[in-house]
């Protein structure tokens, strides 16, 4: 038992002392104040000096949260937007700051995952509607992949409509046509030397920005090979990308390459976790180092470096949603519709200088401007290599307002002793119309076009085949005056006797060739020996429709016709009068048309081809004033004693 009592004791002892030492410590820590932590406070100073330099290199549109954007927000600036925001750096959750990268005039951006992640989905619309939203007008040029369908751009479908930004391409064989055209962009074609010193600065003053939400399921190794070629060569060119998926998931040889899963060369990888995100590889260059060591993102212009790069920021990011609906539509509204005023085109654009009416000759050919390319006036000629064009669009698409720019052009350079007119319309409520007495509006007006000959206005077919009648008569008129003169040649013949060059316009001509009757017969027959003969003796056509396709007279003998007529002209919804494989004309929209010098012939989707311009026209009947101006004018200055043109319509007793 004494034992036992000692052991009591001592833990009596021992819990008084605990009892002693738990009130002593209390009493300390109730006047106790801990010092404050000083990585936390060194934590909230630095997300405040981030906020602060994000905020002066994402001003604007490039930094703010999209759902916060006030409603009067101004689109544009006067720079590039070379920083842009992708989502929020959240080390704490009281010190955020936004996650700003280096893009355009550095690098490009790539994503571990493409677009059918959401959270990709809404970080690339994010980012596409900051660039479009501050570019300066018409500095950003966006060509888009999304395999998955298309679907991330719908929202920016207006873009598209206006002209302003191609519909994405969905296919392998798209992606490689884009890939030509930015290949196409970093090495032009034409060396350098050789390049219009004006064109290089403008040029430069743009960039492509190359976004592929999605690559296609099918992609080979030489298309992700091109990928990181461009990737290289494109910053010091004004070409960037915006990759999502990338690397690609090794499932094939070609995308298990160690080229293919390495990253992509001047790029900042984001990779995804769940729920957040990791930046990394941020490219610099090394005059862009600071003395202390630490490297900072390239402002100058000099090219980026691919080995100073940053190895990342080890704090979660959230990606940046979709931007709201209704900001997207707007932004894009807004967009089309300075886009379409910039590059609106007046009559007078295609016009020469008042001052220089009638002071051109026919002899070697006739020329006029069709359009415009940017500020590049596209003109089409009459010649012996061009004796003749295809003018195709559908209804509403413009065909009859591209006519009369054509035809003014021509009037207005070649006087009536240059130039004579067969115009012929199978249609009702045709342009045409306007060339002839008392048809110009709702008042009385005795002004016509002085070149024109004969006006076919909702005419018939016995019409149209009397006019081709006439001209083939002409040209065996011509033939015997050639064999007289000893000449071969228009421009030949030119130098000894005054001949104009005679152009007949024909709208809707399958009317003329339709069913299998006399009529139809012998107008084809008219066609191809006009075609066929026309540029030796100068006579011209333009031949305009809908369509071409399904004309029964031409199932055998298409080529025999068409193929005399190089120039194609396609407008909204005229896409065959251009070889099958050519769907330059596919996404047109109006006041726009394809020029084609090479019988509808294309080539690689995306490239640049010499021999073919896409063009805006005017549509002339926007300034009233100015074409009721230019027809008293053009009559006014005519030979007083000329003949009104021959007026045939449907009632017309007797044919030209």
């Given at each position: 038992m004494p034992g036992l009592n000692a052991r009591i004791d001592q833990a009596a002892s021992l819990h008084r002392h605990a009892s002693a030492v738990a009130q002593a410590a209390a009493s300390a820590l109730d006047t106790y104040l801990p010092p404050p932590r000083t990585d936390l406070a060194e934590q909230q100073a630095l997300a405040q000096r981030l906020r602060d330099a994000a905020a002066r290199l994402t001003p604007g549109w490039l930094g703010v949260a999209l759902d916060e954007v006030p409603a009067g927000t101004p689109l544009g600036d006067q720079r590039r937007p070379e920083f842009v925001r992708v989502g929020t750096a959240a080390p704490q959750e009281d010190a955020q700051f936004p996650a700003v990268l280096p893009l355009l005039g550095t690098g490009h951006l790539t994503f571990s995952a493409d677009s059918r992640d959401p959270r990709v989905a809404g970080v690339l619309r994010a980012v596409l509607l900051r660039l479009l939203a501050t570019a300066p007008s018409g500095t950003l040029v966006v060509r888009a992949v999304d395999a998955v369908g298309g679907a991330l751009f719908a929202p920016f479908g207006v873009l598209a409509d206006a002209g302003l930004m191609p519909p994405p391409v969905t296919d392998r064989a798209g992606l490689q046509a884009v890939l030509a055209e930015a290949e196409h962009w970093v090495r032009p074609s034409r060396p350098e030397a050789q390049r219009r010193p004006t064109a290089r600065p403008r040029r430069r003053d743009c960039t492509m920005l190359l976004l592929i939400a999605a690559l296609p399921s099918d992609v080979q190794g030489a298309e992700l090979t091109r990928i990181t070629s461009l990737a290289q060569a494109g910053p010091a060119t004004g070409l960037h990308l915006i990759v999502a998926g990338w690397p690609p998931p090794p499932l094939t040889p070609d995308t298990s390459l160690p080229s293919a899963q390495a990253p992509l060369p001047m790029s900042t990888q984001i990779a995804l976790r769940n729920p957040y995100a990791l930046l990394g590889g941020v490219p610099f260059t090394q005059q862009a180092a600071r003395a202390d060591g630490v490297p900072a993102a390239r402002t100058g212009a000099e090219g980026p470096s691919p080995t100073a790069t940053w190895p990342g920021l080890s704090v979660p990011v959230r990606l940046d949603p979709d931007p709201p609906a209704e900001l997207v539509a707007r932004v894009c509204r807004e967009l089309a519709e300075r886009y379409a005023l910039s590059g609106q085109v007046h009559l007078m654009d295609l016009l020469p200088d008042p001052d220089h009416w009638w002071a051109e000759s026919s002899a070697a050919g006739l020329s006029t401007t069709a359009g415009l390319a940017g500020d590049t006036p596209i003109s089409l000629v009459f010649a012996d290599l061009t004796p003749h064009w295809l003018v195709g669009g559908r209804s509403g698409g413009g065909k009859s307002a591209f006519l009369v720019n054509v035809l003014y052009g021509l009037c207005t350079r070649y006087d009536p002793d240059e130039l004579a007119l067969y115009l012929l319309d199978f249609k009702a409520g045709g342009a045409f119309g306007r060339f002839v007495p008392g048809m110009a509006g709702p008042e009385p007006d005795p002004a016509w076009l002085p070149h024109a000959r004969v006006v076919g206005m909702d005419c018939d077919r016995e019409h149209g085949l009397a006019v081709l009648?006439?001209?083939?008569?002409?040209?065996?008129?011509?033939?015997?005056?050639?064999?007289?003169?000893?000449?071969?040649?228009?421009?030949?013949?030119?130098?000894?006797?005054?001949?104009?060059?005679?152009?007949?316009?024909?709208?809707?001509?399958?009317?003329?060739?339709?069913?299998?009757?006399?009529?139809?017969?012998?107008?084809?027959?008219?066609?191809?020996?006009?075609?066929?003969?026309?540029?030796?003796?100068?006579?011209?056509?333009?031949?305009?429709?809908?369509?071409?396709?399904?004309?029964?007279?031409?199932?055998?003998?298409?080529?025999?016709?068409?193929?005399?007529?190089?120039?194609?002209?396609?407008?909204?919804?005229?896409?065959?009068?251009?070889?099958?494989?050519?769907?330059?004309?596919?996404t047109l929209p109006l006041g726009c048309a394809v020029v084609n010098t090479a019988g509808g012939l294309g080539g690689p989707r995306g490239a640049t081809r010499g021999h073919e311009k896409t063009v805006r026209f005017p549509d002339p009947d926007a300034d009233a004033q100015v074409l009721a101006a230019l027809r008293q004018r053009l009559w006014q200055a005519r030979d007083p004693s000329s003949d009104p043109p021959v007026v045939l319509t449907a009632l017309t007793q007797e044919p030209a």
């Amino acid at each position: 038992m004494p034992g036992l009592n000692a052991r009591i004791d001592q833990a009596a002892s021992l819990h008084r002392h605990a009892s002693a030492v738990a009130q002593a410590a209390a009493s300390a820590l109730d006047t106790y104040l801990p010092p404050p932590r000083t990585d936390l406070a060194e934590q909230q100073a630095l997300a405040q000096r981030l906020r602060d330099a994000a905020a002066r290199l994402t001003p604007g549109w490039l930094g703010v949260a999209l759902d916060e954007v006030p409603a009067g927000t101004p689109l544009g600036d006067q720079r590039r937007p070379e920083f842009v925001r992708v989502g929020t750096a959240a080390p704490q959750e009281d010190a955020q700051f936004p996650a700003v990268l280096p893009l355009l005039g550095t690098g490009h951006l790539t994503f571990s995952a493409d677009s059918r992640d959401p959270r990709v989905a809404g970080v690339l619309r994010a980012v596409l509607l900051r660039l479009l939203a501050t570019a300066p007008s018409g500095t950003l040029v966006v060509r888009a992949v999304d395999a998955v369908g298309g679907a991330l751009f719908a929202p920016f479908g207006v873009l598209a409509d206006a002209g302003l930004m191609p519909p994405p391409v969905t296919d392998r064989a798209g992606l490689q046509a884009v890939l030509a055209e930015a290949e196409h962009w970093v090495r032009p074609s034409r060396p350098e030397a050789q390049r219009r010193p004006t064109a290089r600065p403008r040029r430069r003053d743009c960039t492509m920005l190359l976004l592929i939400a999605a690559l296609p399921s099918d992609v080979q190794g030489a298309e992700l090979t091109r990928i990181t070629s461009l990737a290289q060569a494109g910053p010091a060119t004004g070409l960037h990308l915006i990759v999502a998926g990338w690397p690609p998931p090794p499932l094939t040889p070609d995308t298990s390459l160690p080229s293919a899963q390495a990253p992509l060369p001047m790029s900042t990888q984001i990779a995804l976790r769940n729920p957040y995100a990791l930046l990394g590889g941020v490219p610099f260059t090394q005059q862009a180092a600071r003395a202390d060591g630490v490297p900072a993102a390239r402002t100058g212009a000099e090219g980026p470096s691919p080995t100073a790069t940053w190895p990342g920021l080890s704090v979660p990011v959230r990606l940046d949603p979709d931007p709201p609906a209704e900001l997207v539509a707007r932004v894009c509204r807004e967009l089309a519709e300075r886009y379409a005023l910039s590059g609106q085109v007046h009559l007078m654009d295609l016009l020469p200088d008042p001052d220089h009416w009638w002071a051109e000759s026919s002899a070697a050919g006739l020329s006029t401007t069709a359009g415009l390319a940017g500020d590049t006036p596209i003109s089409l000629v009459f010649a012996d290599l061009t004796p003749h064009w295809l003018v195709g669009g559908r209804s509403g698409g413009g065909k009859s307002a591209f006519l009369v720019n054509v035809l003014y052009g021509l009037c207005t350079r070649y006087d009536p002793d240059e130039l004579a007119l067969y115009l012929l319309d199978f249609k009702a409520g045709g342009a045409f119309g306007r060339f002839v007495p008392g048809m110009a509006g709702p008042e009385p007006d005795p002004a016509w076009l002085p070149h024109a000959r004969v006006v076919g206005m909702d005419c018939d077919r016995e019409h149209g085949l009397a006019v081709l009648r006439e001209l083939d008569e002409e040209l065996r008129r011509r033939e015997e005056l050639w064999e007289e003169l000893g000449v071969k040649r228009f421009a030949q013949a030119r130098e000894q006797r005054p001949l104009p060059r005679l152009v007949c316009v024909i709208d809707e001509f399958p009317v003329l060739l339709a069913g299998s009757d006399p009529v139809a017969a012998e107008s084809l027959g008219l066609l191809e020996s006009i075609g066929r003969r026309g540029r030796t003796y100068g006579v011209h056509l333009i031949l305009c429709s809908q369509t071409v396709r399904g004309i029964e007279a031409l199932h055998v003998r298409r080529d025999s016709l068409f193929g005399q007529v190089p120039v194609r002209i396609a407008l909204p919804g005229g896409g065959d009068v251009l070889e099958a494989t050519n769907d330059a004309a596919a996404t047109l929209p109006l006041g726009c048309a394809v020029v084609n010098t090479a019988g509808g012939l294309g080539g690689p989707r995306g490239a640049t081809r010499g021999h073919e311009k896409t063009v805006r026209f005017p549509d002339p009947d926007a300034d009233a004033q100015v074409l009721a101006a230019l027809r008293q004018r053009l009559w006014q200055a005519r030979d007083p004693s000329s003949d009104p043109p021959v007026v045939l319509t449907a009632l017309t007793q007797e044919p030209a």
